[in-house]
């Protein structure tokens, strides 16, 4: 397992745009897929971006062409940037570790979690 610590969340305006951060600790987090997960208040985690080891990258439909996911694996960090805030992005933004060498499509596939950062949108 690798810990993986967010950073990055705060207010923005909606159509703004702000930048998150993963940082993990452990030797083999190039080797992981990474994700980006959600959760508003009163509805379930989920998964709006992931980025395979080997850079392979999945997106919701409700922010692609919004969100980008990046790693920068000598500095064990992956970004979510994500700009044109909408209002129905705020929530609070958990990174995940999957060992898997594929992009996981299961939740139960990620075995790691950052405490989460959260991100309020004003109008």
């Known amino acids: 397992q690798v810990q993986l610590v967010e950073s990055g969340g705060g207010l923005v305006q909606a159509g703004g745009s702000l930048r998150l951060s993963c940082a993990a600790s452990?030797?083999?987090?190039?080797?992981?897929?990474i994700g980006w997960f959600r959760q508003a208040p009163g509805k379930g985690r989920e998964l709006v971006a992931a980025?395979?080891?080997?850079?392979?990258?999945y997106y919701a439909g409700s922010v692609n062409g919004r969100f980008t996911i990046s790693r920068d694996n000598p500095k064990n960090t992956v970004y979510l940037q994500m700009n044109n805030r909408k209002p129905e992005d705020p929530a609070a933004y958990y990174c995940?570790?999957?060992?898997?060498?594929?992009?996981?499509?299961?939740?139960?596939?990620?075995?790691?979690w950052g405490e989460g950062t959260q991100v309020t949108v004003s109008s």
């Open positions: 995940a570790a999957s060992p898997r060498s594929y992009i996981p499509a299961l939740r139960s596939d990620f075995d790691s």
């Open positions: 980025i395979s080891w080997s850079g392979n990258t």
């Open positions: 452990g030797r083999t987090f190039s080797s992981y897929a």
